[in-house]
């Protein structure tokens, strides 16, 4: 009797802490926020980068990589962009 009480009590415990309230999650608002943050200092680094480059403070290598990086960003932004202006153009187009 008493062991099966303790594995009573330990799934008791177990099920108290996986539906114990989780901490907030992050709004939209704070995720687009982080993003345009990353967004700009990864441009603001690339864009050192390349001025070192071309003073001659970085080698071609890096300055290849930095463009190469900074194209993908931007390439990111503008399809995290143009499929929020879809999703927005759907909510429009839906009958009320």
Request: charge should be negative; proline fraction near 4%.
């Amino acid at each position: 009797m008493d062991i099966k009480t303790s594995f009573v009590s330990q799934a008791y415990a177990n099920a108290r802490t996986a539906a114990a309230p989780q901490p907030k999650a992050e709004g939209a608002t704070e995720g687009f926020a982080k993003l345009a943050d990353n967004f700009m200092s990864s441009l603001q680094n690339h864009e050192n980068t390349a001025r070192a480059a071309m003073t001659g403070g970085a080698d071609p290598h890096a300055l290849v990589q930095a463009l190469a990086s900074s194209q993908l960003a931007v390439e990111t932004v503008a399809t995290v962009r143009d499929r929020v202006v879809e999703a927005y153009q759907e909510i429009l187009r839906m009958p009320v």
